[in-house]
């Protein structure tokens, strides 16, 4: 089967007092993402573009932000779980390439953390994750420093025969 391709994005409202985290990653910044689960929208939109490779709906589909059990769940664990759920269907993460809308914190310091912290959860080499990150120019509610946004794209693979399965863990 040659690579599929799926397409995320996920976009979250800044508040005060809430941790900004990317990949698990902790960004310092004074406001950080609303939302049921850590609300990582880097994380969200590339589970988003995964599943949507494989055909297997979005991350609403698997981790509803109406069930309790995924309430404070950080990203990375929605990253490792669709890892698995591609594994079991005999396809794995081959590549990710993801950009962050945000004024404010300034990401280009953390951009080679997140992308390693991304290829980490998924189990794949940082080397198949590339994060970039941009501002708004002041327009909107990103550019006016009141939200964060993430777009992802993703392409996976089918296993090879007797390949290891599933996000490696550490």
């Known amino acids: 089967m040659p690579p599929r391709v799926g397409i995320g994005f996920d976009l979250h409202r800044l508040t005060p007092r809430r941790p900004f985290v990317l990949a698990g990653i902790r960004i310092p910044s004074p ?23 494989a055909g297997l709906g979005d991350i609403g589909d698997h981790f509803p932000d109406s069930d309790p059990r995924w309430k404070g769940t950080p990203g990375t664990e929605f990253l490792r779980r669709t890892a698995g759920m591609l594994s079991r269907r005999g ?31 998924l189990g794949i080499p940082a080397s198949s994750v590339n994060v970039k990150a941009k501002t708004m120019e002041g327009l909107g509610p990103i550019g006016q420093g009141r ?8 392409a996976v693979t089918t296993l090879r025969r007797g390949a290891r399965r599933g996000p490696r863990r550490g």
Not at 147 to 154: G, K, T
């Open 31 to 53: 406001l950080g993402p609303v939302g049921h689960s850590d609300a990582d929208p880097l994380s969200h939109a590339v589970v988003d573009a995964l599943l949507g490779a």
């Open 91 to 121: 396809l794995k993460p081959s590549g990710v390439d993801a950009t962050l809308f945000c004024e404010r914190p300034r990401l280009g310091p953390y951009k080679r953390a997140v992308a390693s912290a991304l290829a980490r959860a």
């Open 147 to 154: 939200a964060v946004a993430a777009q992802a794209i993703a």
